[in-house]
């Protein structure tokens, strides 16, 4: 009784409120510019984008499930073509893939060809060891975690960095079992 | 053909000026471009000199020497682009469709998180389009 | 119409950005914090104000490039314009926004100050009112940013009396 999940984020992006991407690019690409001035370590920058995706992943996936009417995925294969099909479409506007499955089904990329977070970007020689998207890294290791998947987000390949495509490798850690859902205090 | 384009800053500090020429007038086409942001000074800040051109950002024609033809164009934010061309039959359609071109070009290298405003212009992307625009530069008129 | 990403992108994005500035680096000094989402704000309002401005001729004075902010700028941002533009003919204008978007859309999250609210509610609001300032200073920075790039220095605060309704004050630098 597998839920039948949206194979596109075709027709939920179309009816969702939509923005300039311009007014995301550019904000994001100021705090991380901010961040950067203000932590002064390549590395913390990484560490601090990933922390704030984290915390918008946790809160994310709600409007996610609501909008997706996805009902919970049953298995770790499932949730990440959702992921790329849905969960990108629907707030970025772009679709991802996911390929490179390992023998027990555990380990995957998702790969991203149109990203628009780095329109406009050029990383200095400066900040070479900076991962630039890792807020998505976090989102994604955030809005798993709520549904009770425990996984670790790599960056394989990115763009910025000159590589053909970003491509983010995650790995399952642990499934929590599920408890039947219920509201835990209010 | 082309010989040189360049960005100019509000305060006359260059951001970006690149020729294209094998012969090596590199000097003579920097004094060309920094003449040339007199002109516009004075075309800007007299008004009624340039008529119908009134605050339009494409400033047609500022000067012709013996042997080229220089244009400007000034942005809403005070940054000034030159182009320094050799050919004497330019069509104002060309020219202007040059400026939009690089305009955009402009903007979208302004528009990288790392870029400091008022700093020159390093970007391997803006220099690439700008390559190009002024490779396509007269092939385009039908716009 | 070019690229388009989910409103919700942006809400977040600038929701975590206020919180990890005022929560977590800043938590006891909120003017740096406040500084600092002005300065990402500023960005913006510089980068965003060279792309909008790119198809239009150049502004006459002052009065043409605030009014272009409260129509074609605003719009582009949050699909409406200013409802009302004020000025006291010496430099001073104020631009009001029946319903300011971003204050509209976003939660102030309760579970940030989660244990004052149960045990005093009145601190509680208070913290909901300094967070709203800080998110206010973002808008501030952009008005700023904009402005500036378009040779008008300025300085530019938020008065947030009469929610949703939000006016900024734009003091121009003789």
């Known amino acids: 009784m597998a839920p039948v999940a949206p194979r596109s984020g075709d027709a939920i992006f179309a ?51 609501a909008k997706s009417n996805v009902s919970r995925c049953v298995d770790f294969k499932e949730t990440a073509e959702v992921i790329a099909k849905v969960g990108f479409k629907m707030f970025l506007g772009v679709t991802a893939s996911v390929t490179n499955w390992d023998a027990d089904g555990t ?57 053909d495509a970003f491509e983010l490798q995650v790995k399952l850690l642990k499934q929590v079992p599920e408890e039947y859902p219920y509201k835990d205090d209010e | 053909m082309i010989v040189c384009v360049a960005v100019v800053g509000h305060q006359n500090n260059p951001l970006y000026i690149q020729s294209f020429t094998d012969a090596d007038d590199a000097l003579k086409l920097h004094h060309i471009v920094h003449c040339s942001l007199d002109v516009i000074d004075e075309k800007v800040n007299n008004p ?15 000067y012709p020497t013996e042997n080229y033809k220089v244009y ?19 069509k104002d359609a060309d020219v202007r469709n040059y400026f939009r071109s690089f305009h955009a070009a402009y903007v979208d290298a302004v528009s990288n998180p790392f870029h400091v405003p008022g700093k020159k212009i390093t970007s391997k992307t803006f220099a690439e389009r700008v390559t190009n625009i002024v490779k396509s530069f007269g092939f385009s008129s039908a716009a | 119409m070019g690229r388009e990403v989910a409103e919700s992108c942006v809400d977040s994005i ?12 800043y938590a006891n000094k909120p003017e740096l914090a406040a500084r600092r989402i002005e300065a990402i704000g500023y960005q913006v309002g510089h980068q965003l104000s060279e792309r909008y401005t790119m198809e239009r001729p150049r502004f006459n004075d002052h009065l043409e490039a605030i009014k272009f902010i ?63 300032s800080m998110h206010l200073y973002f808008p501030c920075g952009i008005i700023r940013g904009a402005l500036s790039n378009l040779g ?14 939000c006016s900024f004050v734009v003091r121009i630098k003789a």
């Not at chain 1, 994604?140 to 987000?153: F, H, Q, W, Y």
């Not at chain 2, 009624?48 to 500022?62: D, I, R």
């Not at chain 2, 400007?72 to 330019?90: A, P, R, S, W």
């Not at chain 3, 008008?152 to 309704?165: G, K, R």
């Open chain 3, 152 to 165: 008008i220095p300025c300085a530019v605060s938020a008065d947030m009396s009469n929610l949703p309704a």
């Open chain 1, 15 to 65: 009816n969702v409120e939509r923005v300039n991407a311009e007014l995301f690019t550019l904000t994001y690409g100021a705090i991380v510019r901010q961040l950067l001035t203000d932590l002064e370590e390549v590395e913390e920058v990484n560490k601090q984008l990933d922390q704030m995706g984290y915390n918008i992943g946790i809160r994310l996936i709600d409007e996610f499930l």
């Open chain 2, 48 to 62: 009624k000199k340039s008529g119908p051109t009134l605050n339009e950002t494409f400033l047609g024609l500022l």
């Open chain 3, 70 to 132: 409260c129509k074609d700028f605003w719009s582009e941002l949050f699909k409406k314009q200013i409802d009302n533009l004020k000025t006291n003919h010496r430099g001073t204008f104020v631009l009001q926004d029946n319903k300011f978007r971003w204050l509209s859309r976003m939660s102030i999250d309760p579970s940030e100050n989660g244990d004052l609210s149960q045990d005093n509610p009145e601190a509680a609001e208070n913290k909901a009112a300094q967070m709203t």
């Open chain 3, 14 to 25: 600038l929701t975590e950005m206020v919180s990890t500035y005022c929560n977590r680096f």
């Open chain 1, 107 to 163: 380990c995957c990329s998702i790969v991203l060809e149109d990203n628009p977070l780095v329109d406009f970007v050029e990383l200095p020689d400066t900040c070479q060891g900076l991962y630039y998207c890792n807020i998505l890294s976090g989102v994604i290791r955030g809005a798993l975690e709520m549904v009770s998947m425990k996984t670790e987000v790599t960056w394989l390949r990115d763009m910025l960095r000159g590589d």
């Open chain 2, 72 to 90: 400007g164009y000034l942005t809403n934010t005070k940054v000034k682009f030159i182009l320094v061309t050799t050919d004497l039959d330019v």
